[in-house]
């Protein structure tokens, strides 16, 4: 049962972040800074990226429902404070403040923070790990975009 309650905390938490993400980037992908720029040829259509952020954040609350279930460190509450400061500040440094190389550290930062979850945290969550695939594949992803928009425009 606390896994459960902890999972849905962290839906709540999750999902507020996204939308703090969300309000502070400025309309994003709409704006036409965003639009006119070079953007990689892999760069999935919008609605994927709604699509990818819920599953996302489905996958990660789970996990750290079973993480905090297992082990309620100070430790891992600052790794997720970090996790969450980086995943909300990206928006508002990529999209409102056109940043683009601070956007670059800062989800590369973020994507290495998630390696470090699976491999190094993620000892006595079982396979609850693997949940985490879509939200590393994820920001992999991002991370090249970033660049892409990086060296090309």
Not at 32 to 55: E, H, K, S
Not at 109 to 124: A, G, R
């Amino acid at each position: 049962m606390k896994q459960v309650k902890l999972t849905l905390l962290f839906l709540v938490i999750n999902f507020g972040g996204l939308a703090i993400g969300s309000y502070l980037m400025n309309n994003g992908p709409l704006s036409d800074w965003y639009i006119n720029l070079n953007q990689a040829p892999w760069t999935p259509p919008g609605i994927a990226f709604g699509i990818a952020w819920t599953l996302i954040m489905i996958c990660f609350s789970i996990y750290l429902g079973k993480l905090f279930t297992v082990e309620n460190t100070q430790k891992n509450k600052l790794i997720f404070l970090i996790q969450f400061i980086l995943n909300v500040s990206w928006n508002f440094i990529f999209f409102n403040q056109h940043l683009v190389l601070v956007g670059l550290v800062t989800i590369t930062l973020l994507t290495l923070l998630l390696f470090y979850y699976f491999f190094k945290v993620s000892k006595n969550t079982a396979n609850y790990k693997y949940v985490l695939l879509p939200y590393m594949i994820w920001l992999c992803i991002a991370t090249s975009l970033n660049l892409y928009i990086l060296i090309h425009n």
